[in-house]
């Protein structure tokens, strides 16, 4: 699947789900962990935990199943690694403290407008 594809439907399964503060960053010219970010917030554990699950389901339904998973929902931050696209869902919290978006201040940053 084409990257701008894969972003455009990871990015808008996340808004339909009614995930918060999404944001794309890409890093392609600041990094080599990966080409993109896609950050969002769950309300709560057990919406982090169906966001993570579900976009799973829709991207096996896509035929994406070469995918890598961490976390655990108890830690209030789940990531998902596809094809150079690295999806962190976190709780509101969790997310303030980890602070991606100034770690990496210098990738260009595409909000989803809620």
Known sequence: MIEETLINNIS???DDKKALNIQILDLKKV???????IIATGANRPHLKALFEGLQLKLKEEGLTDFDRTGIPDSGWLILDIQGVMVHIFEEEIREYYDLESLWKDALVTRVEE
């Open 12 to 14: 808008s399964y996340l």
């Open 31 to 37: 990094s080599t962990v990966s080409d993109y970010f």
